[in-house]
C-alpha cells in the first residue's frame, strides 16, 4: 500500500501428492457355502485406511482381511483405498462365486456275488457333479459315473466314490 509492502514465505506449506489406486487379489474366486477368501491390498500410492464391501451386506477395515461366504451366491467385491490425498475405488463385479458342494452317495445292484462277478453300481449323488473317482477296493478305479466292475479275488472290498464339483469334491 501507499505504506510500504510486506511478504510472508512458508517453506514447505502445501504438499502435493497422490491419491491411492485401488487394486487388490483374492486366493480363490469359486468357494463352496462356507468357504472363506483371504482378500489381499495391491493398492499403490500408500493407501492409510481401507473399506472392503464384501457383497453380502458385510465390510471390514483391516488391510487384507479375509471373508467367509455363508450363502451360495455370485459376489461383487469393492476395495476403496484412501490417504491424505484422496481415494480411490476397484470393483469387481460377479468376482465370487460361492455354491453348494457336493455330496456322494451310490448304491449297488449286488453287494453279495461269486469270483469273476460283474457290481453295477449306481451314482446316487447330488450337488451338480462334475467329476466322480471310483475306488473299489480290489487296486481297480473308474471315473464313470455309474461304473460296473468284475471282481477277480475273494474277499470283502470297501468302495469309495468321490465326487467333485467346481466348489469341492465329498467321499
Known sequence: NQYGSNQTARTAYIDVGHAP?????ADDTVIPVGGTVTF????????????WTFGDDNTSTAQSPAHTYAAA???????????AYGYNLSTRTDYIDVGPLPA?????DLTLIPVGGTVQFTDASTGNVTG???????????????????????????VN???????????
Do not use: K
Open 161 to 171: 466314490l468321490t465326487v467333485s464339483n467346481a466348489y469341492g469334491e465329498d467321499t
Open 40 to 51: 489381499t491390498d495391491a493398492s499403490t500410492n500408500a493407501p492409510t485406511s481401507w473399506l
Open 21 to 25: 489406486v485401488a487394486n487388490f487379489t
Open 132 to 158: 466322480w473317482s471310483w475306488t473299489f477296493g480290489d487296486g481297480n478305479t473308474s471315473t464313470d459315473q455309474s461304473p460296473s466292475h468284475t471282481y477277480a479275488a475273494p474277499g470283502l472290498q470297501t
Open 73 to 83: 451366491g455370485t459376489y461383487t467385491v469393492t476395495l476403496n483405498a484412501t490417504n
Open 104 to 108: 456322494a452317495n451310490f448304491s449297488a
